[in-house]
Nanobody, 122 residues
Framework: QVQLVESGGGVVQPGGSLKLSCTASGFTLDYYAVGWFRQAPGAEREGIICINERDEIRYLTESVEGRFTASRDNYRNTVYLEMNSLNPADTALYSC???????????????WGQGTQVTVRA
């Protein structure tokens, strides 16, 4: 099956850190950019960060700059989202999608996974 699979979510205290994984199944990520998105209950999906095939990062929201970063391991066909200084506002379902360019609109993303839940609470 051709898809992305997210993992690594969980419950963390404010100020804590988590590292999420986005692994491709059935295709290679080598020539794709990968974006991370999140959606909190009752809110619209929000783009967070995108990393292209040259490891260049583009932040899709200012709220995570300085706290979140992305990286990729093409050998493992995986992209990571490292999140630091988490706060309750970061609580959401996090998902990843593949796209040609980080400048592409969200409608161009594909191979969405089911997401992984991140909950930040004391």
């Amino acid at each position: 099956q051709v898809q992305l699979v997210e993992s690594g979510g969980g419950v963390v205290q404010p100020g804590g850190s988590l590292k999420l994984s986005c692994t491709a199944s059935g295709f290679t990520l080598d020539y794709y950019a990968v974006g991370w998105f999140r959606q909190a209950p009752g809110a619209e999906r929000e783009g967070i960060i995108c990393i292209n095939e040259r490891d260049e990062i583009r932040y899709l929201t200012e709220s995570v700059e300085g706290r979140f970063t992305a990286s990729r391991d093409n050998y493992r066909n995986t992209v990571y989202l490292e999140m630091n200084s988490l706060n309750p506002a970061d609580t959401a379902l996090y998902s990843c999608g593949a796209v040609g360019y980080c400048s592409d609109p969200v409608e161009r993303y594909g191979y969405w996974g089911q997401g992984t839940q991140v909950t930040v609470r004391a």
